[in-house]
């Protein structure tokens, strides 16, 4: 039976989503998630990183006020082929590279830096 990884992330990312509390639910209304298949070249590894990219939050985050000379949405990419690699192929290892990459990118919609996650297991 060959995996539908687009269907399991869709799934698992649902699923995170879906058991936030309330009020992180609320702050999530205009936030887009979408899955694409890998960043684009240059999105794919920033100065002094080795690992490949999984996921990338872009837009303001959810306390800043949006910018009128930028009307692009706030938007979480997930990405499949990535996280696919990340969990070489095994279902229950890529739900929980999708579980953690999102949380990582809520995290960061939400104000977190990089070391307000590691400190909550999310780096």
Known sequence: MKTDWYALADQEARAVCAALPAEIR??????AITLDPCPRPEEELEEGDDEALLGLFTGACHAEAQDASDPTPSAIRLFVENLRDEAEDDPARFRQEVRTTLLHE??????????????????
């Open 26 to 31: 609320a702050c999530l209304r205009d936030l």
């Open 106 to 123: 809520l995290g960061h919609y939400l104000g977190l830096d990089e070391d307000a996650l590691e400190r909550r297991g999310l780096a």
